[in-house]
């Protein structure tokens, strides 16, 4: 959905090539170090987006031939030149995956009014079918479900601001060719966090916490008969670092693909950085994202 609130298409059209990922726009935490006020800290935590606080970085570019100057015919559908299989349209996933999103300003994380406006609609996650071992899995073959998928990736990775802990649930969800976790945005950010506090690069420390809430969510569009999509999950972040607490908005953009059972981390193209802003406020509706909702 576009920040005016007209819904992206659902599906989107190949471009003549794959086209140049944006890096992720993704302001090192520095909260451990440089802590705010003591009657309560607050800082943003900028979403990655690829999908994804957002953004994730293609790990590579992937050449496509498409036959130009002759005519497709009823052949077999486009091979993805990444994982072999058949049916899948890089081209198009590229497109939707690179296409720029708007971008706000590092204020509009940290925590301010609400908006007194409707929101448009809602969200409706579904619920899981089931648990790979690490967080909850089996959701859906809709653009909700690969919402709700990203949303218990980026809830159960967070926890406890442990680099280990994201990587893990990042990789029982990555398809073979997805963007490795290490460039994404959010494992940087933790990475990184950890690196200027001169804490332990995995694992729980008694000082440091950290939660995230999935709030809102914004589906930017789907393509391949909608067995690809690239989602946004927009959330509250509450953390505490030696005792200081402090909160922001901070959350998730990915590019999913349908793997006939499960939604999974896609191959090729990283997601372009998503906005990020306090859930529920008017740069949240803004920027496109809707209320969450649960069944």
């Not at 708007?102 to 925590?111: F, G, I, N, T």
């Not at 073979?176 to 950010?189: K, L």
Request: hydrophobic share 40%.
């Amino acid at each position: 959905m576009t920040p005016n609130g007209v819904p992206f298409p659902r599906d989107e059209q190949p471009s003549p090539g794959p086209g140049t990922p944006q890096p992720p726009l993704l302001t090192p935490a520095s909260y451990l170090t440089h802590p705010a006020p003591a009657r309560r800290r607050r800082g943003g935590l900028l979403m990655a987006s690829i999908g994804a606080l957002v953004m994730l970085l293609l790990i590579g570019l992937v050449a496509v031939i498409l036959g130009l100057g002759k005519d497709p015919g009823p052949s077999a559908p486009p091979t993805d030149p990444i994982t072999g299989e058949p049916g899948w349209d890089l081209a198009a996933e590229t497109a939707l995956a690179t296409r720029p999103m708007p971008q706000l300003p590092e204020e509009a994380a940290k925590p301010h009014a609400l908006s007194t406006r409707t929101p448009l609609g809602f969200i409706t996650l579904p619920p899981p079918g089931g648990n790979n071992g690490i967080m909850p899995v089996q959701f859906p073959p809709t653009p909700e479900g690969a919402l709700a998928q990203l949303a218990a990736l980026t809830r159960v990775g967070s926890q406890g601001a442990d680099p280990q802990a994201y990587e893990l649930a990042y990789n029982s969800i990555a398809a073979p060719g997805a963007p490795q976790v290490d460039s994404t945005g959010i494992h940087r950010t933790l990475a990184d966090a950890r690196r200027a506090a001169r804490l332990p690069q995995q694992g729980s420390v008694n000082s440091l916490s950290l939660t995230f809430t999935p709030l809102a969510g914004l589906i930017k569009g789907t393509t391949d008969g909608g067995r690809y999509a690239v989602v946004c999950v927009l959330g509250q972040v509450d953390a505490n670092a030696n005792g200081v607490p402090f909160s922001g908005g901070g959350g998730d953009c990915q590019a999913m693909r349908w793997n006939g059972r499960t939604w999974q981390i896609a191959p090729g193209a990283a997601a372009a950085a998503g906005p990020v802003a306090w859930p529920g406020s008017d740069e949240a509706f803004d920027a496109g994202y809707l209320p969450l909702r649960t069944p």
